[in-house]
């Protein structure tokens, strides 16, 4: 079992900055993806962003790449993501994931409960 805790979110105006952090524990991590995912008001949950821990390789949706970043803490078993200018389109639930299946954007078997993050225009 690998257990998730995201934290970060909050509220921020346009083409501010945020930083995601989630905290995984449980299973060993040197074999896993770690994904971001963002769920909007009436839309189906999305791909964001994702590192191979033992990569580490990066993967970024078209809609955040060279606005958002993915890294992470091996010692501190934590994933970031850094959010930069900031639009009120990214608005959403976002959601760390982590997965030890040979995938980037599908199949996460491991869930966090979601951070809020609001961008007003």
């Known amino acids: 079992q690998v257990q998730l805790v995201e934290s970060g979110g909050g509220l921020v105006q346009a083409g501010g900055s945020l930083r995601l952090s989630c905290a995984a524990s449980?299973?060993?991590?040197?074999?896993?993806?770690m994904g971001w995912f963002r769920q909007a008001p009436g839309k189906e949950r999305e791909f964001v962003a994702a590192i191979r821990w033992s990569g580490p390789n990066t993967y970024y949706a078209d809609s955040v790449k060279g606005r958002f970043t993915i890294s992470g803490d091996n010692a501190k078993n934590t994933v970031y993501l850094q959010m930069n200018s900031l639009k009120p389109e990214d608005t959403a639930v976002y959601y760390c994931a982590a997965t030890y299946r040979d995938s980037v954007k599908l199949d996460y078997d491991y869930w966090g409960l979601g951070t809020r993050v609001t961008v007003s225009s």
């Open positions: 449980g299973r060993t991590f040197s074999s896993v993806t």
